[in-house]
T-cell receptor, first 113, second 114 residues
């Protein structure tokens, strides 16, 4: 069965902190994705990766960076957290190919105070 | 600009009725289409996918695709209160790409009342 694990379900941080969100998948998927989801705005793609050390910007990359040192792990980094980054963060993975669905982790609800 | 449009709802139907959820997309060359269900406070889960024009049935769910009209829909027959959720339409609009990027609509909120 597909398993995408996000390191924290809830996280509270302070403005200006550097924040790391971790995601691990056990399906040997090539593609991994980070989204944020806000009421009324839907899912917005932050960054995605199609291979180790490869990354592509999504629609809202400002204020974020990512790291993929191993195939199974994709990290999202908030360089200097701000209150407008309070959101639900969702990680997803998929195999390579145009007909593959994405499988989501349980999400991390991040609050920046 | 690649866009996926859904009626935000809320859509409210009585138990046992057919719920019809609609989605349009901007890119004519789109290849694959997915429906996700998201319960409040939970992450999206895949319920249907469709690649070819026509209907695809899976239990109480039917996905319908019309590429000429750039339209995909989800029908839920015999709706149950447990179907109450937000339904997300997702489309792969990057023709020729294997990167698997999906473009999501904002979702339609469905309420099934007893």
């Amino acid at each position: 069965d597909v398993k995408v694990t996000q390191s924290s379900r809830y996280l509270v941080k302070r403005t200006g902190e550097k924040v790391f969100l971790e995601c691990v998948q056990d399906m040997d998927h090539e593609n991994m994705f980070w989204y944020r989801q806000d009421p009324g705005l839907g899912l917005r793609l932050i960054y995605f990766s199609y291979d180790v050390k490869m990354k592509e910007k999504g629609d809202i990359p400002e204020g974020y960076s990512v790291s993929r040192e191993k195939k199974e792990r994709f990290s999202l980094i908030l360089e200097s957290a701000s209150t407008n980054q309070t959101s639900m963060y969702l990680c997803a993975s998929s195999p390579q190919g145009a007909y593959q669905p994405q499988h989501f982790g349980d999400g991390t609800r991040l609050s920046i105070l | 600009q690649k866009e996926v449009e859904q009626n935000s709802g809320p859509l409210s139907v009585p138990e046992g009725a057919i719920a019809s959820l609609n989605c349009t997309y901007s890119d004519r060359g789109s290849q694959s289409f997915f429906w996700y269900r998201q319960y409040s406070g939970k992450s999206p889960e895949l319920i249907m996918f469709i690649y070819s024009n026509g209907d695809k049935e899976d239990g109480r769910f039917t996905a319908q695709l019309n590429k000429a009209s750039q339209y995909v829909s989800l029908l839920i027959r015999d709706s149950q209160p447990s179907d109450s959720a937000t339904y997300l339409c997702a489309v792969n609009m990057d023709r020729g790409s294997t990167l698997g990027r999906l473009y999501f609509g904002r979702g339609t909120q469905l309420t099934v009342w007893p």
